[in-house]
């Protein structure tokens, strides 16, 4: 063998061994667990064959678990040693496979046993044959018992199978949602649906609780005469029991007679054919004389309602008349539009009677007025008739909302409601619509700041004939532009009166520029001649003069104009000398002055 050299071990393997990978190269061929993948020689090196001539093994597994569900795929795995053919058997007659690991969907539940045959078409080596074990599992199935009907106020065992947990809903009435065999309770037929659940999934069924609803009548609630008997009949039941009473001819019939001499309330207990149970009453009241006149004659307002009550009786039937929609009720209302008699016909078990009630109206008609049209500000007197008391709206611009005839001064035009009253509280509405005119447009233009002495136009703007105040100074108080030249700062109003008679006004201030003087010198010595220290101004709106001795003390100071120093201090007379003042003051223009100086104080 090329110069190799062979070996057997004592299972018949041979290993043989030949150069290999001559001249560096690594092209010779290696299997995995080989004791090196290159050539790291620098020329030829050792290769060895392995003939594993051993039988063949049959090895196979599942790829998972080896319990699956129906439906689902289980793969197999195949790791057997030696042999080259492979034949699979699912265990479950659906045939044979040759795939060397092939997966199977199993579709029916059960244990099953897989068997694949190893096989070598060389005829080298024995087959083999291996096996395991799956256990395919069912798909859950939901099962819920049926149930019968139940009476009202009873319950229910419900069952449910074909899983490991269980979901019922509704939950309505359910002692619990989460168990197979919950209590139901419903108070009305319910259909309730389950959810089983397990490891291959979730199936639903549902079961209804019927709730029987018995049916009964009863002899209606219902009116007898005194001395009469009425025979009470109910139905639907297997058995009676009437609760007992000395009127009662028996207790335990259907129908049994009542003669009862006063209003009576008869209770019965039906048990139907199903076994349920059902407590209802019927009241039989007695009259003891046909029905007596009740109804009694009434006034209202005009507009109103009234409600007629008619004495107690079986049945009513009231005759067609003015303002009656409801004719066969004890206390009908009634809205009459005319003054008009309602007329009713009662039965009672003891007899009939025919009564009546007149319904007479009282009007109101209410009146106000002016509707007029006025100038913005024009006070209009309103006026109202037809009732004692009376009610405005709204109340705003006038003198009084509750007097017939309040002043009204409307900042808009107006529409005023006034509510007539009457002595007993009927009412009517009437209203009165105040317009007014558009206000006449008036502009005295922008205010100004002139210098004392300047003589300036006032200059207005609009339609209509002037009126200015104050008049002093005014070249013509009747000109749109007249000329004036103020003394002061003074504020010029004017008014205009439209060619409808309206009047508006407006104001323009002219601001006259100051001036202040102070004097230096001053003799207080009770001549009344120049006795008296101060400022001297005009148009001066703030001041603070302060007076100070020769070493700095404040002796004397004011916050007004007029304020005068009399040349004492703390009560005593303040030596002659020459004092230091200080002066702030501002004009009404805005203007301010700031000064020091002195005054001499001489006696």
């Not at 790829?63 to 058997?89: E, H, K, M, R």
Request: proline fraction near 8%; charge should be negative; aromatic fraction near 8%.
């Amino acid at each position: 063998m090329d110069g190799g050299t062979s070996r057997f071990d004592k299972n018949g393997t041979v290993y043989h061994a030949v150069c290999a990978g001559c001249g560096s190269q690594d092209d010779f061929p290696t299997t995995p667990g080989a004791w090196s993948n290159t050539n790291n020689s620098f020329n030829c090196n050792l290769g060895v064959f392995k003939f594993d001539l051993s039988p063949a093994q049959a090895i196979i597994g599942i790829d998972g678990p080896s319990i699956i569900c129906a439906g689902a795929s289980a793969q197999f795995t195949n790791s057997s040693v030696g042999g080259s053919d492979y034949l699979w058997d699912f265990g479950d007659s659906s045939g044979t496979t040759s795939v060397q690991a092939p997966a199977h969907i199993y579709t029916t539940p059960g244990e099953y046993t897989v068997t694949m045959v190893l096989s070598d078409n060389s005829g080298c080596a024995p087959g083999d044959t291996a096996s395991l074990m799956i256990t395919v599992l069912p798909l859950p199935v939901a099962v819920a018992d049926p149930v019968a009907p139940i009476c009202p106020g009873a319950s229910a065992q419900l069952n449910a199978s074909g899983g490991l947990t269980y979901s019922w809903s509704p939950a309505t009435g359910l002692s619990a949602t989460d168990i197979p065999d919950p209590i139901a309770s419903p108070a009305i037929t319910t259909l309730y649906i389950v959810t089983v659940s397990d490891a291959c999934g979730n199936d639903s069924e549902q079961v209804t609780v019927t709730v029987i609803v018995p049916a009964h009548t009863l002899t209606p609630d219902t009116n007898i005469c005194l001395g009469a008997t009425i025979t009470l009949q109910a139905t639907g039941g297997g058995s009676y029991l009437w609760q007992a009473d000395p009127t009662l001819s028996s207790t335990v019939i259907s129908d049994p007679v009542a003669s009862p001499d006063t209003l009576t309330v008869y209770h019965v207990t039906i048990t139907t054919p199903d076994g349920c149970v059902v407590s209802d009453s019927v009241s039989v009241g007695v009259y003891f004389s046909p029905p007596l006149p009740q109804l009694a004659d009434t006034v209202i307002c005009f507009g109103t309602s009234a409600q007629l009550v008619a004495t107690p009786a079986d049945t009513y039937a009231w005759e067609p008349a003015n303002g009656i929609t409801t004719l066969n009720v004890q206390s009908p209302i009634v809205s009459p539009t005319v003054p008009t008699l309602y007329i009713v016909h009662l039965q009672n078990s003891c007899g009939s009677l025919t009564d009546s009630a007149f319904v007479d109206l009282i009007y109101v008609t209410a009146d106000a007025w002016p509707d007029t049209l006025v100038c913005p500000g024009y006070p209009v007197p309103l006026s109202a008739s037809g009732g004692i008391t009376y009610a405005w709206s709204p109340a705003a611009g006038l003198t009084n909302a509750s007097i017939a005839d309040p002043i009204a001064t409307p900042e808009t035009s107006t529409l005023y409601e006034l509510v007539a009253f009457d002595a007993i509280g009927c009412s009517d509405t009437a209203y009165a619509f105040v317009e007014l005119r558009p206000w006449p447009i008036v502009d005295a233009g922008p205010d100004m700041l002139i210098e004392y002495g300047t003589i300036v136009q006032l200059t207005a703007t609009g339609n209509g004939i002037w009126t200015w105040t104050p008049t002093t100074g005014l070249s013509d108080s009747l000109s749109m532009s007249p000329s004036v030249r103020p003394e002061e700062t003074t504020t010029y109003t004017v008014t205009l009166t439209d060619s409808l008679g309206c009047t508006k006004t407006d104001q323009i201030t002219i601001v006259v520029t100051g001036s202040l003087y102070i004097p230096n010198t001053f003799t207080p010595d009770g001549d009344d001649i120049n006795d008296l220290f101060g400022a001297l101004g005009k148009e001066i709106k703030e001041i603070e003069l302060l007076v100070f001795d020769r070493w700095g003390l404040l002796i004397w100071s004011t916050d007004q104009l007029s304020g005068r120093w009399d040349g004492t201090y703390n009560g005593e007379r303040a030596p002659i000398d020459t004092y230091v003042w200080k002066v702030r003051a501002k004009e009404h223009s805005g203007r301010e002055h700031q000064a020091v100086g002195h005054v001499n104080l001489l006696r």
